[in-house]
């Protein structure tokens, strides 16, 4: 299995599996360190943190389909609140989740969703910064 993939216009992206597994790890991680931090955020502990990595494989759906819809419905909100309101995408999100997993994920109150939803947009960008950029620079040279 190929690790970079270099598509027709010539430009080199991580494979699908490899991204997936990357973003799950660290969605994962950030939904055990807020259910931990934070009450306001409970994520069943049956099955070894299972519900966990399902949230997060939820959530990475979401932001593939889902999100980039919400993004531009919210463009103009976004725009006047000079990008304060991009986390609140995340927010929705954080919610959606919540109300496909029912009881084994459940979120209360607004302020923590909003400080878990910035870090998972920083998780996002530090991610794509110092992990993935570097993996498929080194796979173009």
Same mark, same amino acid.
């Given at each position: ?41 409970? !994520? ?24 980039? !819809? ?28 919540? =109300? !496909? ?9 607004? =302020? ?7 870090? !998972? ?21």
């Amino acid at each position: 299995m190929k690790i970079i993939v270099v598509d027709n216009n010539k430009k080199a992206r991580l494979n699908k599996v490899i991204d997936w597994l990357i973003y799950m790890v660290g969605y994962a991680l950030i939904l055990i360190l807020a259910s931990v931090l934070f009450e306001s955020i409970e !994520i069943s502990n049956a099955f070894f943190g299972l519900f966990a990595l399902i949230a997060a494989i939820i959530i990475y759906v979401l932001n593939k389909t889902i999100k980039p !819809i919400l993004f531009l419905l919210t463009l103009p909100l976004t725009g006047l609140t000079m990008g304060i309101f991009y986390p609140f995408l995340n927010v929705i999100i954080l919610k959606m989740v919540d =109300f !496909i997993l029912g009881k084994k994920f459940e979120t209360n109150g607004v =302020f923590h969703l909003f400080f878990i939803a910035i870090l !998972i947009s920083i998780m996002n960008i530090l991610l794509e910064i110092y992990v993935i950029r570097p993996i498929t620079k080194r796979g173009v040279e």
